[in-house]
């Protein structure tokens, strides 16, 4: 096997693009346990990218979600006790899901059973995707961090004349409030 380029998502970083190299063997498990910190285990997401990440420590940070749709139990596996670890069990067939991944990932495309790289427009679509969490996570942060009786739209000082226009919160601002 030759050298992979993956896309790294380390926990609070923007993804990049990383190499993984070969090793003496020619496969890539050194290098993967490297970006994960442990054992591998890997998800297929809904666009065909495979998520690789730490799957031996329940301790690490949540790093992304991934959307996704339920896929049920499968066949064969209909009087298997299911055990589930996340709130309201395992979802439906077809209904809205998601995977949480926690501590750092890569991803990266597979061509029969074999890892290979992911390309430039994949990792322009999760940066694009990425920096938007990022900045809703951060706004998110902020909002909480403003204490009560400030504009959570500006941090101005409220003031009971004014009333902040996007219905966020009271405040004192030409520029976001409008006045009662």
């Known amino acids: 096997m030759s050298d992979v380029q993956v896309i790294v998502c380390r926990v609070g ?18 290098a993967m346990q490297a970006i994960v910190g442990g054992y591998v285990g890997c998800v297929t997401l809904d666009d065909g990218l495979d998520c690789w990440f730490n799957d031996g420590n329940d301790e690490l940070p949540l790093n992304r979600c991934f ?6 139990i499968p066949a064969g ?7 589930d670890c996340t709130d309201g069990g395992a979802p439906e067939q077809g209904a809205p899901a998601e ?15 074999e890892i290979v790289s992911a390309t430039a427009e994949d990792l322009a679509r999760y940066l694009a995707r990425f920096e938007a969490d990022d900045i809703a996570d951060a706004k998110r942060a ?9 504009c959570k739209t500006c941090g101005g000082e409220h003031c009971p004349h004014y009333t902040c226009a ?13 006045e009662d």
């Open 77 to 83: 596996f209909e009087d298997a006790i299911v055990i």
């Open 13 to 30: 970083r923007l993804p990049t693009f990383e190499t993984l190299t070969a090793d003496e063997r020619g496969g890539h498990l050194t």
């Open 166 to 178: 996007t219905g966020l919160a009271g405040g004192f601002c030409d520029a976001c409030c409008d």
């Open 99 to 113: 995977w949480r991944i926690c501590g750092d990932l890569f991803l990266a495309r597979s061509v029969d059973g």
């Open 67 to 72: 959307p996704t749709t339920g896929r049920g």
């Open 142 to 150: 902020n909002d909480a961090a403003i204490p009560e009786g400030f």
